[in-house]
């Protein structure tokens, strides 16, 4: 039984799955460069933009002829760009274990109204891929930020599908290996493992993916914030920093210090390995205590960047109150905020481990949450 409260506090207790913390050298001061009240258009602005492509190529290891593109609408419009432009050429499956894939699901088969074939697993598991028939359409979550359920890597992709795999990899891009041959669309934001701004989002196309934008035209409107074609063409300003509309270069600026910071530790091996770690510490303490757990079920699964955890301790009267109860006792206490599971998550935590996130405050936090815990059982009466 933990009673007093642990000697060490979390130097940083920022742990929110997105917005993320920002990165660990951070200060308002390394913007001064921002091209700030110029043209984004301008020689200045263009070439930040461009940078910030061309280094999120070099970080990410993305091959020489995908293309990529800063977008509108953070995240979401990359993805929703990609689906509205791309699908109905072919059968589509769309592939769902929490809730942002299920928002997909949902745009494709009641906006779009595509006849999909929907795949879907209860939170904590995933959809089986051997089943996927990958000469249709797929789109799919790599890592379900709202689960803590990740795709464990590519292999039941095959090289030589005919479809195209759409894949949303906002909270999984800089924590985890992404099989490039194998995705066609890929889209994150800057918010998530970088710790960026959210504004906007970006798009990455393989050679399949701008074939069939230049060879297929949906049979609804697109507006203009979807566009990248121009007749029948892949407009290629956007892919070297001409934006569709006004990008934030506030927010560009704040992402080329972020992609400096990462290249400065080592570049993806070592943004992988500080998540890696991150997760490691909450698994380790998952191992040993029989009060928590992680809500991913096979442990190939589990994510290294949103990780969920459940209560199991039979003494629990409402698993919802009680976890927000320790959630809120937390924050509270200025040890860890936004720890709170997503809104349509099962009851729990979920705490970031991306590559902005200090080991030692995560290490710092775990005897905090085991107080909490105490705390709230004893508060239960
Ligand atoms: C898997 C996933 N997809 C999409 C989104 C939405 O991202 P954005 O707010 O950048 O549009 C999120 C946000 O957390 C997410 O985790």
């Known amino acids: 039984m933990v009673t007093e409260t642990p000697a060490t506090r979390p130097a940083n207790p920022r742990f929110s799955s997105g917005p993320c913390a920002k990165i660990p050298t951070f200060s308002l001061d390394k913007l001064n460069d921002a091209a700030l009240g110029r043209s984004h258009r301008a020689a200045v602005g263009k070439a930040k933009l461009k940078a910030a492509i061309e280094t999120t190529r070099e970080i990410l290891g993305i091959p020489a002829d995908y293309k990529i593109g800063i977008v509108p609408a ?51 598991e995933i959809v089986d891929f051997a089943q996927v028939d990958f000469d249709k359409d797929v789109v799919f979550t790599w890592n379900g930020t709202t689960s803590g359920v990740r795709v464990p890597n590519g292999d039941a992709i095959p090289a030589d599908r005919d479809g195209l795999t759409i894949c949303d990899a906002t909270s999984a891009a800089f924590a985890m290996d992404l099989p490039w041959d194998k995705l066609d669309v890929t ?65 560009v600026e704040d992402y080329l210090i972020a992609l400096d910071w990462a290249k400065s530790i080592g570049g993806l091996p070592a943004l992988i390995a500080r998540a890696d770690a991150n997760a490691k510490a909450i698994f380790d303490f998952c191992e040993t205590r029989d009060w928590i757990d992680n ?5 190939a699964t589990r994510s290294n960047t949103s990780v969920c955890l459940k209560f199991t301790d039979d003494r629990i009267a409402d698993g919802a109150a009680f976890a927000k109860a320790v959630a809120k006792r937390l924050e509270g206490e200025g040890v860890a905020l936004d720890i709170g599971a997503y809104r349509d998550a099962p009851a729990g935590l979920r705490i970031w481990c991306g590559a902005t996130v200090e080991t030692a405050d995560i290490d710092a936090l775990l005897p905090w949450l085991e107080w909490a815990f105490e705390a709230e059982i004893a508060a239960q009466g």
Do not use: C
């Open 74 to 124: 953070s995240d979401t419009g990359a993805v929703e760009m990609a689906m509205w432009s791309m699908l109905g050429a072919r059968g589509v499956e769309m592939l769902a274990w929490e809730s942002f894939g299920a928002g997909w699901v949902s745009d494709v088969v009641k906006q779009l109204k595509l006849d999909a074939t929907v795949r879907e697993a209860p939170y904590g």
């Open 187 to 251: 889209t994150f934001s800057w918010q998530k493992v970088m710790g960026g701004e959210a504004a906007h989002g970006m798009l990455i196309l393989s050679p399949r993916a701008v074939e069939r934008l230049e060879n297929y035209t949906p049979a609804w409107p697109l507006p203009k914030i979807f566009r990248m074609t121009k007749g029948g063409k892949l407009i290629d300003g956007i892919f070297e920093g001409a934006t569709i509309n006004t990008p934030s270069m506030l927010a």
């Open 295 to 299: 809500l991913a079920v096979d442990p």
